[in-house]
């Protein structure tokens, strides 16, 4: 039997002006990470990962979305060029994956979160 925090729920979350709206089917307990690369440290993003189909961007947020790529270029760091905040990402390493920022999830469907360090720094 599954415990309540195991089911997958529908997560919606966005930036600050509330312009880039999505959603994302993923357990109500999230296992997420940080990250040491110097773009995720400035930011100070932890974040949790779910497949590029079970991700939805709501109409009319894209046309709020600018993105930054630095170094090899493969990861791209989205963000609303109103607020500036960074929503959700594209990792380097997982291009079949969205990285979700937990601090950008609407209240009331996350029951835990546990939080893992990531060496992005000295990826190569």
Request: aromatic share 8%; glycine share 10%; hydrophobic share 35%.
């Amino acid at each position: 039997m599954s415990s309540e925090s195991d089911q997958v729920v529908v997560h919606s979350g966005g930036c600050h002006c509330r312009r880039v709206r999505w959603e994302a089917e993923a357990p109500a307990s999230v296992a997420a990470g940080t990250c040491n690369c110097s773009n995720c440290a400035m930011r100070g993003i932890t974040y949790f990962t779910v497949p590029n189909a079970r991700f939805r961007l709501q109409d009319g947020s894209e046309e709020f979305l600018t993105t930054y790529t630095f170094g090899t270029g493969t990861a791209k760091h989205i963000f609303c060029k109103v607020c500036g905040i960074t929503s959700f990402y594209k990792q380097r390493g997982n291009p079949g994956e969205v990285a979700l920022s937990v601090n950008c999830i609407d209240v009331g469907t996350v029951a835990h979160v546990e939080v893992t360090e990531f060496d992005g720094k000295n990826l190569l």
